[in-house]
Every structure is written in C-alpha cells, then in structure tokens.
C-alpha cells in the first residue's frame, strides 16, 4: 500500500469495535500468531479468528468501496 491507501487502512480500522482493533493490531501488525494473540488477551483462538475474520472483510469492503 502507498502513504494514501495505508493510511485509508488506518482510518478503515479505526472503525471496528475496539477488541477487533486490539486483534487485527496484534496480528496483523505485530506479527503474533492467533495463539498467540488468544493466550495475550486470554480469548479461544476461535475467536481471535472471528475477530480477524470480521476485520478483513470490513476493511476489504471499504477499501473496495467508491468514494461518497
């Protein structure tokens, strides 16, 4: 991603709900693995997973998303 679209992604971020911020921060950012993520805020890996999942897709969606 160029300066514009990492920051767009920050900005996309920082509309989910704090915990799924907290998860796609720490995975995706930080590198940790889903065990490692669950074991840090003591959540299954499930749902370390669901949150990421609900992430990925929100992001993607309004990445993708024209302009209004």
């Known amino acids: 991603l160029g300066l514009v679209g990492s ?8 509309e989910l709900p704090e915990r799924t911020q907290e998860i796609f921060r720490l995975n995706r950012i930080e590198g940790m693995t ?7 805020l ?22 993708q998303a024209p302009e209004k």
Request: charged fraction near 25%.
């Open 34 to 40: 889903h065990a490692e993520v669950a074991r840090q």
């Open 7 to 14: 920051e767009m992604c920050k900005e996309t971020v920082s």
């Open 42 to 63: 003591d959540i299954s890996d499930s749902s370390v997973q669901k949150h990421l999942s609900k992430a990925l897709a929100y992001v993607m969606q309004r990445l």
